[in-house]
């Protein structure tokens, strides 16, 4: 299995309105392969442009956040592209399609690096940020998972929040868990 990045993927369509969205890039040799589930914004958004960044976060809140439709997070120009990026990223990578591998459910962009920054230094890994991110991915599958494999990963994952959580994570989580709480009450 090749190795996957959790990264801020922003594009922009034609009219250069930008789309954020949380996803594993999939390493591709010095490139990145973006590989969105359809329908999706970031896979019109590729076919409209071929291009896009990626941006690497420690900041939980906004994996979290747009998983829980929060998706007003600051933006600045890039570089080398026209694709913004996030103003909070530590690096970011912008991207440019080579080639795509067309799929019914999730084509496969295959993505070259044109530019690398880094913005501000990696200072550590937080186990309650590595615990929001684990279960914003989660609840993207509330609707293929059953309920008791979500509710034993939420309750493993909330020990890192209960030990290790700053208020950055905390708030993060209760993001999530109120998207948890809204799913059931529905279904």
């Given at each position: ?8 993927v922003?594009?922009i ?28 914004v ?7 442009t071929?291009?896009a960044?990626?941006n ?25 592209s ?46 309650a ?17 059953p ?41």
């Amino acid at each position: 299995m090749p190795m996957i990045r959790e990264a801020i993927v922003t594009t922009i369509d034609r009219a250069g309105l930008a789309h954020l969205a949380p996803l594993g890039l999939i390493e591709d040799g010095d490139g990145w392969i973006i590989a969105p589930f359809l329908p999706s914004v970031t896979r019109d958004n590729l076919v409209a442009t071929s291009v896009a960044v990626a941006n690497y976060t420690d900041d939980a809140r906004i994996f979290a956040g747009l998983v829980t439709g929060r998706r007003d997070w600051p933006l600045v120009p890039a570089a080398k592209s026209p694709v913004p990026r996030l103003a909070e990223a530590l690096a970011h990578a912008e991207l440019s399609v080579a080639h795509v591998e067309e799929h019914a459910e999730r084509p496969r962009f295959h993505c070259k690096i044109v530019h690398k920054e880094q913005h501000a230094p990696f200072e550590g890994f937080n186990r309650a940020a590595n615990a929001v991110l684990e279960c914003a991915i989660l609840l993207t599958r509330l609707q293929l998972l059953p309920r008791d494999k979500i509710e034993r990963e939420i309750a493993y994952l909330a020990i890192a929040i209960e030990k290790t959580a700053g208020p950055r994570e905390r708030e993060a989580w209760s993001w999530l868990m109120q998207k948890r709480e809204a799913f059931y009450a529905r279904n």
